[in-house]
C-alpha cells in the first residue's frame, strides 16, 4: 500500500474545509477540543512529550540496528513500556506478537483469502460497519487518495472466512482500523488482527464472548481486592461490570482514551499480553476512587466512569504510562489465569446448570 500518511496528517483532501486541516493529528484524526485542557496546556504536554520521543527514537534505532527479528528480554520490556517510536512500531508490535512469524510461514494466503469465496451476510454486515468506521478521521473518507475503507474491508472479510469461529462483530472494524492506520499495510494488518484476536483476547470476539465476560468479572475481582471502595459503591447501586467496562474491553479502549495513550497501551500489549488491559482498568479506577465511590445512583456511577477517561491524567500519556505499573501494585500472570479460571467456571454453570 503506497503511503500517504504523512502527507495526508497535514494537509485535507481538496473537499476538506480549510479549519479541519487545522486540526488533524499525526494519525489522520481530527483534534477534538477536550475541555478539561486548556489550548497552553496541551501545547506544553505534546511538546514535552515530543522530547520524550525523540529520546526514545534514538535508543530504538541503536537496540534495533537495521535487524527485523527481536529478541524478548527486560531491556526490550523496558524500552517497550517507555513507549515505542512510531517509525518502529509495526516491526516490534509483529516481532514481540508472533505475526511476522506467521505472515513468513504462510506466503500468499492473505490474498488467497480475498479471491475465496465468502460468506454474503458477513459482508453486507462488514459493509455496513464502513462508514460508521472513525468518521473523525480523514484516511477512512471516500474524499481522502487512498480511502483506506477498502483495505479495512478486505481485511475484516479475509479474517472472517480465516476465523470462522469469529466471523465478523462490531468493534473489530475498530481494531482494524487502528492497525490499518499504523502498518499502512493490509498483509501486516491482517496478521496482527489474527495475533490479537486468535492469541493474545481469545474468545473476546466469538459469539458467546466468553473471554470478554471473563475478563470483565476479573476486573470485579481485582477492584474488589484493590480499590474495596468502588467495588463497595458498584455493590451498593448494583451496577454490573458489563455496564461500565465493556467498551474498554472490546474496544481496547479505541474511542475512550487519547489516540496516542491507546497506542502505547497496544505496545504493550502486543508484547506483554492481555494483563495490560486490567493495568490500565485499575489505574483509571484507583486514581478516581472518591470520586467514583461517591455516586449516589447507577446512572452517576456510570456517568462517572466516563469522565475518569479524559483529562490531563489520561492526555499525558507518558506519565499515565508510568502510573500503570505503579499505582496497581502487584499483578502476576498466575492470580489472572486463576481467577479466570475461577470465572470460566462460575459462568459455564450458569449457563448449563446440574440436571436434577
Same mark, same amino acid.
Given at each position: ?45 505534546? &511538546?514535552? +512529550? @515530543?522530547?520524550?520521543? $525523540?529520546?526514545?527514537?534514538? !535508543?530504538?534505532?541503536? =537496540? ?111 481494531? &482494524?482500523? +487502528? @492497525?490499518?492506520?499504523? $502498518?499502512?499495510?493490509?498483509? !501486516?494488518?491482517?496478521? =496482527? ?164
Amino acid at each position: 500500500m503506497e503511503n500517504h500518511f504523512n502527507d495526508q496528517s497535514r494537509e485535507c483532501s481538496a473537499s476538506s474545509d480549510n479549519n479541519d486541516c487545522k486540526r488533524v493529528d499525526q494519525y489522520g484524526f481530527e483534534k477534538s477540543e477536550d475541555l478539561s485542557l486548556s489550548h497552553e496546556s496541551n501545547e506544553e504536554l505534546m &511538546a514535552e +512529550y @515530543l522530547a520524550v520521543l $525523540t529520546r526514545r527514537s534514538k !535508543k530504538w534505532s541503536k =537496540l534495533l540496528q537495521g535487524t527485523v527479528k527481536m529478541e524478548k528480554n527486560l531491556k526490550v520490556k523496558r524500552y517497550v513500556r517507555k513507549g515505542v517510536p512510531c517509525e518502529h512500531r509495526t516491526q516490534i508490535w509483529m516481532a514481540a506478537s508472533g505475526a511476522q512469524d506467521q505472515l513468513e510461514r504462510n506466503p500468499g494466503y492473505y490474498h488467497s483469502l480475498l479471491k475465496a469465496e465468502h460468506d454474503p451476510k458477513i459482508e453486507e454486515t462488514i459493509l455496513a460497519d464502513m462508514h460508521r468506521t472513525f468518521p473523525d478521521n480523514i484516511q477512512f473518507r471516500d474524499s481522502s487518495q487512498p480511502c483506506l475503507q477498502k483495505a479495512l474491508f478486505n481485511i475484516l472479510l479475509g479474517y472472517g472466512l480465516h476465523n470462522k469461529d469469529v466471523g465478523y462483530c462490531q468493534g473489530m472494524n475498530f481494531i &482494524a482500523g +487502528y @492497525l490499518l492506520i499504523i $502498518t499502512k499495510d493490509e498483509e !501486516k494488518s491482517f496478521w =496482527l488482527m489474527d495475533a490479537l484476536l486468535g492469541k493474545i483476547l481469545p474468545d473476546y470476539y466469538t459469539s458467546t464472548m466468553l473471554g470478554l465476560k471473563m475478563d470483565q468479572e476479573v476486573l470485579g475481582e481485582l477492584v474488589r481486592m484493590k480499590v474495596p471502595s468502588v467495588w463497595q459503591a458498584m455493590n451498593r447501586h448494583n451496577v454490573m461490570w458489563t455496564l461500565v467496562v465493556s467498551r474498554w474491553f472490546i474496544c481496547l479502549y479505541i474511542d475512550i482514551l487519547p489516540v496516542e495513550t491507546v497506542l502505547r497501551i497496544w505496545d504493550c500489549l502486543f508484547y506483554e499480553g492481555s494483563k495490560i488491559l486490567f493495568r490500565v482498568a485499575l489505574t483509571l479506577i484507583g486514581h478516581h476512587q472518591n470520586l467514583i465511590s461517591q455516586a449516589r445512583s447507577l446512572p452517576e456511577i456510570c456517568e462517572r466512569f466516563k469522565q475518569i477517561t479524559h483529562g490531563e491524567y489520561v492526555e499525558d500519556c507518558h506519565t499515565f504510562m508510568q502510573k500503570i505499573f505503579m499505582e496497581p501494585g502487584g499483578l502476576s500472570t498466575e492470580t489472572i489465569t486463576k481467577l479466570r479460571k475461577m470465572s470460566r467456571n462460575r459462568i459455564t454453570s450458569a449457563k448449563n446448570p446440574p440436571s436434577q
